[in-house]
């Protein structure tokens, strides 16, 4: 199955598209990444989403990738007497590490960290910005604030320090047991949640290891300011709109995402873009129209990939929500001014062999009319290297590692196809012209550009290009 778009969709998997059926639908709507958030569910429920989504890797061909996300710390209030108090604007509000039941002058925020990284001046938002607190004094174990912002305060809310970095390390205990556990069971990416500094990253990459890729999810501003650190360490990259608009003026996201997406684009590191893309759709047939553009502007700024979250997990139309984002990108591609305007950006190319390869490759196909750009690739760089220049033909990435297929089910253009390894010259471009046709991919009498490297398998070795006729 062909996918007649770039860009890749994500789905995330919850209570509304758990089934061994429902994962089919939503596969054959559109979806390439299955998302499994570790926030919710035990591992017996994650092992059963893994197992059913190789169950429709294996009946439909195709590699999917398994994105698993773990939660990451979370910073929550403690309880209150009755559950919940009303907190009006002006009023003075405590927070502390006392477990005392909390009322209408304070309340228990079991977090010593965050003290130890309070000033005056400081805000803290409660339950994703709803009420806003100011710090006037605090302490090692408290702090007097100013409510900015008044509304209802209920147990474990969350919390979130703005213009702060906390003391705190991104991986939790709870994240390394589920960590454990999502490499045991194949994930292909895992997803680092509260990323504030490079650190952090550098902290998941030893975890990690290369056993799957490494995904930042950019959420807060303090990463922001450490972008061009953080892409180097990293694998992928996700635009998490919703938990930045929490902790950065919402007017500042779009030019983030914008500003992300290009330094990821430069970088060759595949980025996501996620959050309340078709928010409208967790209860409605229909996105609204600003929905659907919100979903083409990412495209069109050349994001590798568009997510849904709650629209599929817990939505009432979730084949629904993908086969519409299915449908933008594809639309969006079919409009001229879309590859024009990816290739209108200068990419600086490193002096080396593969780099000269895959520049050339694009070049070439364009220059000749060729009908795709066929990677051969062990470790995924060669594919990397060619999505980087948004060519405008599909890439066929041709693998002899399933893992590394699965991987690149987020790649930007990508056609991945898990293959033995080539033999020789003649067999690589039989395989590679064959394979095209076979995808649907080109038609006999269109030509194909070949990369590889030689000697053949070897990671990191591109070296080849090679235009093949396609067999009529």
């Not at 005056?120 to 605090?138: A, W």
């Not at 902790?247 to 500003?259: C, G, I, L, R």
């Not at 395989?431 to 046709?437: D, E, L």
């Not at 990369?451 to 080849?464: D, K, M």
Request: include cysteine; charge should be neutral; charged fraction near 25%.
């Amino acid at each position: 199955m062909r996918r007649q778009r770039s860009a890749k969709v994500v789905a995330t998997l919850g209570p509304a598209s758990s089934s061994r059926a429902m994962l089919r639908a939503l596969f054959d709507a559109g979806v390439d990444v299955f998302r499994c958030n570790f926030s919710h569910g035990t591992h017996d429920d994650h092992r059963k989403l893994f197992a059913a989504i190789r169950h429709v890797e294996h009946d439909t061909g195709r590699p999917i990738g398994i994105l698993a996300d773990l939660q990451g710390p979370k910073l929550r209030l403690g309880n209150f007497a009755g559950g919940r108090v009303q907190l009006p604007a002006g009023s003075p509000f405590r927070l502390d590490l006392d477990d005392k039941l909390g009322d209408k002058n304070r309340a228990p925020l079991p977090h010593p960290e965050v003290f130890r990284a309070l000033v005056p001046g400081n805000e803290l938002l409660i339950d994703d910005g709803k009420v806003r607190l100011k710090v006037h004094d605090c302490g090692p174990d408290f702090a007097e604030t100013e409510c900015l912002v008044g509304g209802t305060l209920s147990n474990h809310k969350g919390v979130n320090v703005p213009h702060c970095v906390l003391p705190i390390s991104a991986v939790t205990d709870k994240d390394r047991a589920d960590l454990s556990f999502a490499l045991e069971n194949g994930a292909d990416w895992i997803a680092l949640s509260f990323v504030q500094r490079p650190e952090d990253v550098a902290e998941g990459r030893k975890l990690i290891g290369n056993a799957a890729g490494l995904l930042v999810k950019l959420e807060k501003p303090s990463a922001i300011r450490r972008l061009g650190e953080i892409i180097d360490l990293a694998d992928a990259l996700m635009v998490a709109r919703g938990d930045l608009g929490v902790e950065m003026p919402p007017e500042d996201v779009p030019t983030v995402q914008k500003q992300v997406i290009h330094a990821c684009r430069l970088a060759g590191k595949p980025v996501i873009v996620a959050t309340q893309m078709l928010e409208s759709m967790i209860n409605a047939p229909t996105p609204t129209r600003a929905e659907a553009s919100d979903v083409a502007t990412a495209v069109y700024e050349g994001a590798d990939a568009v997510m849904l979250s709650a629209e599929t997990a817990v939505g009432d139309y979730p084949v629904e929500a993908v086969a519409i984002m299915d449908r933008i990108a594809h639309r969006v591609q079919e409009d001229p001014l879309y590859f024009a305007s990816l290739q209108t950006k200068l990419l600086e190319h490193e002096h080396t062999d593969p780099d000269a390869i895959s520049a050339a490759a694009c070049q070439v196909a364009a220059t000749v009319g060729a009908a795709a750009i066929v990677s051969y690739t062990t470790s995924g760089a060669t594919a990397l290297r060619a999505a980087r220049e948004r060519p405008a033909v599909p890439i066929l990435v041709l693998t002899s590692s399933l893992g590394t297929a699965r991987r690149l089910a987020l790649l930007w253009g990508a056609h991945c196809v898990h293959s033995a390894d080539v033999k020789s010259f003649s067999d690589m471009v039989q395989r590679a012209v064959r394979i095209a046709h076979r995808e649907d991919i080109a038609q006999p009498g269109q030509r194909v550009v070949i990369t590889a490297g030689v000697p053949f398998g070897t990671p990191g070795a591109t070296n080849t290009l090679r235009i093949a006729w396609v067999d009529r």
